[in-house]
């Protein structure tokens, strides 16, 4: 799986642009700041640089681990306390990096600590011939060593050209074998650990959505929804970027008749805490070289 210059340079300048815009974004959680203001003006700098967003800026509150993003209008704002997770996706030439960091604005800096030391333990495994299942083993232990959960149905994912989620899976818990580990192999780790159930199950709310057939609509709204989608390839978008009206009827009849797919968020138990790291890397001859560090 040894990839040409060309492919390694992309990748190279995905992670570069990812890294940036996300330390940029993450400084913008602040108490009292507006969570639209903030996505828009993060969304809006890897676009200025000519990139293309993998998906929808995700931004999870407290119990709340991924597929969150800002709703149209939305005015929720950062409050002292919440816990958030921001997840960022960058794609150059089609080829993505992948990476996000937790902003604390309470005090859960021990939870924050558990998914980035989770993570480091991780990389520090990469290389070929290891199998996906140590990598879990490794997450679990140095989440359980700072006294949380892993989150145990979130895993860490490949990723290809204008491909969010390709082999190999990499599993945030111990478990027999997994995909063994090749050289040129690109994919991202992000362990989430938790004060709550180390589940995640779906919110009845939806933001993302992803196009996965190409077949023609009737609907005025499921049309322009399709004028959306169709630019980015497969990649997912957010309800929030559609223009004009009755956009969620437009959806709804998509996913109904399997053109899109709907990312639901995904949350723990009420009430808890939930913390995201992750960084993209490419596997080299002996070991692995992170895109987004």
């Keep these: 799986m040894i990839m040409d210059d060309a492919v390694y340079d992309a990748y190279r300048e995905a992670g570069a642009l990812a890294r940036r815009v996300l330390r940029h974004g993450a400084g913008l959680v602040k ?30 509150f407290n119990e709340a681990a991924a597929h969150d993003t800002a709703m149209p209008g939305d005015e929720r704002i950062f409050a002292r306390g919440d ?21 604390d604005l ?79 192999m690109v994919f991202a780790i992000e362990p989430f650990a938790t004060t709550g159930s180390g589940r995640v199950s779906e919110a009845a709310r939806v933001e993302i959505y992803q196009q996965i057939a190409a077949r023609p609509a009737r609907l005025p709204s499921a049309k322009r929804i399709l004028e959306t989608a169709r630019p ?25 008749n399997g053109i899109l797919h709907a990312f639901p968020v995904l949350h723990d138990v009420p009430g808890s805490f939930v913390s995201q790291a992750e960084h993209t890397l490419i596997v080299t001859e002996e070991g692995c070289e992170v895109t987004t560090r």
């Design 83 to 103: 816990l958030i997770k921001v997840d960022l996706g960058v794609a150059v030439d089609g080829y993505i990096a992948d990476t996000a960091m937790t902003v």
């Design 232 to 256: 980015r390839r497969g990649l997912p978008f957010s309800r929030r970027w559609v223009p004009g009206d009755k956009v969620d009827i437009g959806l709804s009849t998509l996913v109904r």
């Design 106 to 184: 309470g005090d859960h800096g021990a939870l924050v600590e558990a998914s980035r030391a989770a993570l480091e333990a991780a990389i520090a495994l990469v290389r070929p011939g290891v199998a996906a299942g140590e990598l879990g083993a490794a997450i679990q232990a140095a989440i359980e060593e700072h006294g949380y959960k892993p989150v145990g149905n979130l895993t860490g994912h490949g990723l290809d050209r204008y491909k969010q989620h390709t082999r190999p899976t990499i599993p945030n818990i111990a478990m027999a074998g997994g995909a063994v580990i090749e050289e040129g």
């Design 31 to 60: 108490e009292g700041t507006g969570l639209l203001e903030m996505v828009e003006a993060t969304e809006a700098m890897v676009t200025e640089e000519g990139a293309l967003l993998a998906f929808p800026l995700n931004v999870s």
